[in-house]
C-alpha cells in the first residue's frame, strides 16, 4: 500500500521542508520515496504544495485526485483548495492560521470569514489547532510547519524514531532543539504525546 500526503500552504510557510521531513522519515523506515512540489507564485504569497509518497513500490510522486491518505495545510484556506486529492476516508491535519491571498489583499476575492466551520463540515474528524501560537509559545514561530508535521506523525504509520532521524538529517544542527521541541508539540496537540 502506498501512503499520499498532500502538504498546503502559502509561501514562506515551510512546506518544502515539511515534505523533505516526510520523506527522510519513510526513507529512514526503509522504504521507496517519491515527493514533487508545485511553488506557484510562493515568493508573494501564493499557494505552494507539495506531493510526499511512500510505500514498498511506489510508482509516480503525484497523487491522483480523490486519493491522498492525508492532507496537512499550514494555512486554513488551504485545506479547501487542496481537499480534492484526498481520499474519502483521509485524515486532515492544519493549522488555523490565515494567510491573505493576494487576490484577498488586492480586493479582487474575499476571505471566507467561516473557513474553520466549512472544513470542520467537510472533513469531521479533522484536526484544527493554531500551530503558529503553539510555535510562539515556544520561542520561534517559524517551526510552525514542525508542528503540523508532528501533528500528521500521530496520524500516520511511521515509527517515532523514523521522525526522530528526519529531523536530525533534515534541519541545521543549531536549530535542531526547538524544531525537536516543535515536533514533540505536534504529537502532543494530536493527543501522541
Not at 502538504?7 to 522504504?31: F, K, Y
Not at 514533487?36 to 507564485?41: L, Q, W
Not at 508535521?149 to 534541519?171: F, M, S
Amino acid at each position: 500500500m502506498t501512503t499520499s500526503i498532500i502538504l498546503a500552504g502559502v509561501g514562506g510557510q515551510g512546506i518544502l521542508l515539511a515534505g523533505t521531513l516526510i520523506a527522510r522519515a519513510a526513507m529512514s523506515a526503509g522504504l521507496a520515496v517519491k515527493t514533487n512540489e508545485t511553488h506557484g507564485m510562493a515568493q508573494r504569497g501564493g499557494a505552494v504544495t507539495a506531493h510526499v509518497r511512500y510505500g514498498k513500490e511506489v510508482h509516480s510522486p503525484l497523487i491522483p485526485l480523490g486519493t491522498a491518505t492525508a492532507l496537512a495545510a499550514l494555512e486554513c484556506l488551504e485545506v479547501l483548495r487542496a481537499g480534492e486529492y484526498l481520499a474519502p476516508d483521509g485524515q486532515v491535519v492544519a493549522s488555523t492560521e490565515r494567510r491573505m491571498p493576494i487576490t484577498v489583499s488586492s480586493g479582487a476575492a474575499t476571505y471566507p470569514a467561516d473557513v474553520e466551520e466549512r472544513v470542520k463540515k467537510l472533513y469531521p474528524t479533522a484536526l484544527l489547532f493554531d500551530a503558529v501560537q503553539m510555535a510562539r509559545e515556544i520561542g520561534n514561530i517559524r517551526v510552525a510547519n514542525v508542528i503540523v508535521v508532528g501533528a500528521l506523525a500521530a496520524r500516520l504509520d511511521l515509527p517515532l524514531e523514523c521522525w526522530h532521524q528526519a529531523l536530525a538529517a533534515g534541519v541545521k544542527p543549531q536549530h535542531l532543539e526547538i524544531n525537536q521541541k516543535a515536533f514533540r508539540t505536534g504529537l502532543h496537540a494530536a493527543g501522541a504525546a
